[in-house]
């Protein structure tokens, strides 16, 4: 799939993408090495700046809410990932791992569930077989601006370059 | 060490691994990608379906229960693995890295010791040289289903196959 | 830059590295793969042995102390990642990634300011371009020993020996 016909894909899905985020310390949003991009932390307010999802999951925070924050983060992910390469996501060539954190309250349960907002995004943007990779889903106990949802690392795997020989 | 070889020596050390767990989410259990294998975030119920530990460490469940919980996981683990490798854990060049967390009272301070059930299986399954990693274990809010422990993440180096030139 | 010029920008910048330390379970500080180096969770007291920061930051553990944590932490990995490599910090290339903690009252917002202590020392000793990764910072409810700051895992990439052919 060339950059055109990628683009036309995320049309035809109604998906559109934030503008690329900056950084809320001294790190990188996104990095390329070896046809590996690994992607800093994000959460939604780098997805929205009115909004988003403050506090903790199960109490003042729905988890209908918590999967809409986890889908949000994907899509300030997929931005970073654009900008990171050269604003062309066709050359993403699979999902590879994803962390992701819930500041929930002690009983919860639903991790896996709200990490689905994210999951079910990849799937759609990039397909089930490249969209859906390894995961995991856990609960902290504070979050930076003590937001509900943050995406803490994921790992996606480059097209080698034409040129390149491997 | 060829599969027949490894699968003996799980036999003498009366290692009986589960069955591949079912993934709680929109992922995969582990990936495998340019020789190296990642594995998704596993629980004890992926390994036993009665009598896994629920709760706190530290409070309702014990440290030998959360060792042995840590310890259960690594054979989810190694369940999922031998599965993503065709059945043949011979495979495995080596573990590189484990992810751990323990969900624990705020008191609690053995999350090292705890994370050692998993890191002892590896050591005991793949020799000290090629069993033991790097690591992390620390202590968070919540899990899956009130799970005591999980593995977040961990990666093994896969050998590459012997009709490949690198 | 060759590992006496390393040695010296160390000196110039005042930066003495504690000796590499011991792993709190069975696992290994550091392990290089493939010309990846990963890092174990490191904490301030792998750097000194006294005043170190224990319990919560917002609480009885102040910003500057955890900020001071961070960097202290940074010290250690780059201890354990100078023992790895044979003594020779020059043969990093650059940071990939890394994962900080934060053991922090509920209502902490301040994670990426303190995991800052960690990357500014980075972006100090290895240049902004090369010691300048991706990164996340959130808050845990506990930590190994009660400590107030981790860094879970790290990744390093390592320069390809001379007589290797990539």
Known sequence: ??????????????IELPAACQPAGNYRPALL??????????????????????GKVGDEVMFEQAYKAARDIGLAILASVKQALGGD?????RLVSATGVVNAVESFTQHPQVMNGFSDLMAQVFGKERG?????????ASLPGGVSVEVTQCIFKIKAPLETLE
């Open 89 to 93: 996501l066709s050359r993403v060539e």
């Open 1 to 14: 799939m060339s950059k055109a016909e990628f683009d036309q894909r995320l049309a035809d899905l109604k």
């Open 132 to 140: 859906v990779g390894t995961r995991s889903a856990t609960g902290v």
């Open 33 to 54: 090495i070896d046809n590996y991009l690994y992607v800093s932390g994000h959460t939604q307010d780098d997805a929205i700046s009115e909004g988003f999802s403050v």
